[in-house]
Nanobody, 123 residues
Framework: QVQLVESGGGLVQAGDSLRLSCAAS????????MAWFRQAPGKEREFVAA????????YYADSVKGRFTISRDNARNTVSLQIDSLKHEDTGLYYC????????????????WGQGTQVTVSS
């Protein structure tokens, strides 16, 4: 059974950069599409970025294009999210998700989730 554990969140200032990581246990990490979602207080969980496994195709929400970069390291069973030029509206709980293929931007379509890592951006 695959487990997902996010890390790298914290309290940062607007304009800073942050790198989130998601470590996956299990032997078939490379076979899955991975994604990042986030959820702000009182709001629905929203899609941030995703990456397929072969060939590597990336997807981004319009609101983060140019600032967020998703990558994966199959040898280390990790997927990362580099966040640059952080904005106050990037504040939220960031979740890592996994499924057998890219499931789109609706969080309900993704089957496996981590517990999340909090990102708080002070303005």
């Amino acid at each position: 059974q695959v487990q997902l554990v996010e890390s790298g969140g914290g309290l940062v200032q607007a304009g800073d950069s942050l790198r989130l990581s998601c470590a996956a246990s299990g032997r078939t990490f490379s076979s899955y599409a991975m994604a990042w979602f986030r959820q702000a207080p009182g709001k629905e969980r929203e899609f941030v970025a995703a990456i397929t496994w072969s060939p590597y195709t990336t997807y981004y929400a319009d609101s983060v294009k140019g600032r967020f970069t998703i990558s994966r390291d199959n040898a280390r069973n990790t997927v990362s999210l580099q966040i640059d030029s952080l904005k106050h509206e990037d504040t939220g709980l960031y979740y890592c998700a996994r499924d057998q293929g890219y499931r789109g931007s609706n969080y309900r379509n993704w089957g496996y989730w981590g517990q999340g890592t909090q990102v708080t951006v002070s303005s």
